[in-house]
């Protein structure tokens, strides 16, 4: 290996952080999804990712949402059961980022 001069630098390639959607259960960059989270039995959407709780990601495709919808993918991640009006108010809210 040959020494490196002053001000020389390599330069790592940073890796992109992959996550898998509860729908189609496909591994996409974490950025293209949208993050879900579980914590003290309330169940939101993470716009940011940096919300306390488990997280579950989902495409922002309404072909996903259907399928997570039609799976339970969601009570199945959070180990939880979710009411019907609470999947609704989600589910409803995740429109607003589908493409």
């Known amino acids: 290996m040959l020494p ?18 509860v729908g189609c259960m496909e591994s996409k ?3 293209d999804l949208v ?6 039995g309330q169940i939101n ?3 940011v990712g940096k919300a306390k709780g488990r997280g579950v990601y ?3 495709d309404i072909e996903c949402m259907e399928k997570a919808k039609r ?3 969601l009570q ?7 009411s019907e009006e609470q999947m609704a108010n989600i589910f ?3 429109e607003e980022y589908a493409k």
Do not use: V
């Open 45 to 47: 959407i993470d716009p």
């Open 71 to 73: 799976k339970r993918a």
């Open 4 to 21: 490196m001069k002053i001000g020389e630098m390599k330069l790592k390639n940073k890796k992109t952080p992959m996550r898998r959607c």
């Open 76 to 82: 199945r991640s959070f180990e939880t059961d979710i």
């Open 35 to 40: 993050r879900i989270a579980f914590y003290e």
């Open 29 to 31: 960059p974490k950025k």
């Open 92 to 94: 409803k809210e995740l």
């Open 58 to 60: 989902l495409c922002p």
